[in-house]
């Protein structure tokens, strides 16, 4: 149970599957909720699923990154579902997190609890840009709100698939979406 976050290509001209056909309900419908990735099945009736859909990115309780789409690209709905993402939005949100990355200073670990067997989340020094620009969101098994280490390695990652995402995805024959479960 939790956030999870996905956004996946789709070759234009077949996005009306994603509403309309048996192969979209089974994507949206089915595969989401429970986390199960279609390209990890042969199922007969999805042969060449990578001509038409295509998973980009995979985020697990993101939250900030998630209340980024929220806002910007669901016009504030919550709703479970899938929502195209422009280019132009794409790389606004790599902007954003690189400025958020840049001023996010890691304080060291509490020296006074520090077992060097585990692994400590480190806060960020001064989360003012963090929280101004990409808040953290409270949800239902949406993760820690904290701006800490994992914060920080949720806009690394994001930064590395908006990257790829950018350079790879040619958005004159493909539609990028955007689609969350909670």
């Known amino acids: 149970m939790g956030l999870d976050m996905y956004m996946f290509r789709v070759k234009k001209g077949t996005e009306k599957y994603l509403k309309d056909n048996k192969m979209g309900e089974l994507f949206i419908s089915f595969f989401t909720p ?16 990578d001509k038409y859909f295509k998973e980009l990115a995979y985020w697990r309780k993101a939250n900030a990154i998630h209340n980024w789409f929220v806002k910007n690209v669901q016009a504030g709905v919550d709703d479970s579902e899938p929502y195209p993402v422009l280019r132009e939005q794409l790389t606004d949100l790599l902007n954003t997190c690189k400025t958020v990355l840049d001023c996010s200073e890691l304080l060291p670990p509490c020296m006074l609890f520090v ?26 098994f949406f993760g820690s709100t904290e701006y800490d280490s994992n914060y920080v390695y949720d806009i690394e990652k994001t930064i590395k698939f908006v990257t790829e995402i950018l350079d790879k995805v040619d958005f004159e024959n493909n539609t990028v979406f955007y689609n969350s479960w909670s």
């Open 34 to 49: 429970f986390n199960i990735r279609p390209y990890k099945f042969d199922m007969p009736h999805c042969k060449n699923v």
């Open 115 to 140: 077992d060097p067997n585990k692994a400590y989340n480190q806060l960020i020094k001064d989360p003012t840009v963090a929280r101004e620009l990409l808040p953290t969101l409270d949800g239902y």
